[in-house]
């Protein structure tokens, strides 16, 4: 984002000083000669937040993938709090609260009823009176939820890379500019 900020400030400076050519012609002769390079500081902007993070509208494959992972955990949570309401009744859980352990949603059970609910442990909790299972019903969309995670990753390292290569052809008009 920082290469984008000098994009734009370049743009900036050479704008003003070309308004103001008779008071500064040093100054104007000197920022005329500033690098701009359009196309590649909107791909910037397009594809990185101001936080540094890669936007969903960085490429329609990203935006599919990041919608997908909405889409899947949406259908999970609710899987997953109708299969805590059952629990719950049956005062088998701790909360009645859907938690994250190793990127994957699960139920906290109390250590008692833990063979109850037919799922995967995926750890104990610090009293060692409550586990975190993933039950059954759930296990392949949280597969598929982790799989596009990945895509996601793939699809983000793939952006960055496009990216870095643009910069990278204008790397030394860019360090001129600094």
Same mark, same amino acid.
């Given at each position: 984002?920082?290469?984008?900020? *000098?994009?734009?400030?370049?743009?900036?400076?050479?704008?003003?000083?070309?308004?103001?050519?008779?008071?500064?012609?040093?100054?104007?002769?000197?920022?005329? !000669? *500033?690098?701009?390079?359009?196309? +590649?500081?909107?791909?910037?902007?397009? !594809?990185?937040?101001?936080?540094?993070?890669?936007?969903?509208? !960085?490429?329609?494959?990203? !935006?599919?993938?990041?919608?997908?992972?909405?889409?899947?955990?949406?259908?999970?949570?609710?899987?997953? =709090?109708?299969? *805590?309401?059952?629990?719950?009744?049956? =005062?088998?859980?701790?909360?009645?609260?859907?938690?994250?352990?190793?990127?994957?949603?699960?139920?906290? +059970?109390? +250590?008692?009823?833990?063979?109850?609910?037919?799922?995967?442990?995926?750890?104990?909790?610090?009293?060692?009176?409550?586990?975190?299972?993933?039950?059954?019903?759930?296990?392949?969309?949280?597969?598929?939820?982790?799989?596009?995670?990945?895509?996601?990753?793939?699809?983000?390292?793939?952006?960055?890379? =496009?990216?870095? =290569?643009?910069?990278?052809?204008?790397?030394?008009?860019?360090?001129?500019?600094?």
């Amino acid at each position: 984002k920082r290469i984008a900020v *000098l994009m734009r400030l370049s743009k900036v400076v050479q704008q003003f000083f070309a308004k103001r050519k008779t008071p500064y012609p040093l100054l104007s002769s000197k920022f005329t !000669a *500033l690098y701009r390079d359009n196309v +590649v500081e909107y791909n910037i902007d397009r !594809a990185i937040d101001d936080d540094g993070n890669v936007k969903s509208s !960085a490429s329609k494959e990203l !935006a599919a993938l990041r919608h997908q992972i909405t889409e899947k955990n949406q259908t999970i949570r609710k899987s997953l =709090e109708k299969i *805590l309401k059952t629990i719950q009744s049956k =005062e088998w859980t701790q909360e009645d609260i859907i938690t994250t352990r190793e990127g994957r949603m699960v139920i906290p +059970v109390k +250590v008692e009823h833990k063979n109850r609910l037919p799922g995967f442990i995926h750890s104990v909790s610090s009293s060692g009176a409550t586990v975190f299972i993933e039950p059954i019903q759930t296990l392949e969309l949280n597969n598929e939820i982790r799989s596009l995670y990945v895509q996601e990753e793939i699809e983000i390292k793939r952006i960055l890379k =496009e990216l870095t =290569e643009q910069v990278r052809s204008v790397r030394e008009p860019l360090i001129g500019n600094l």
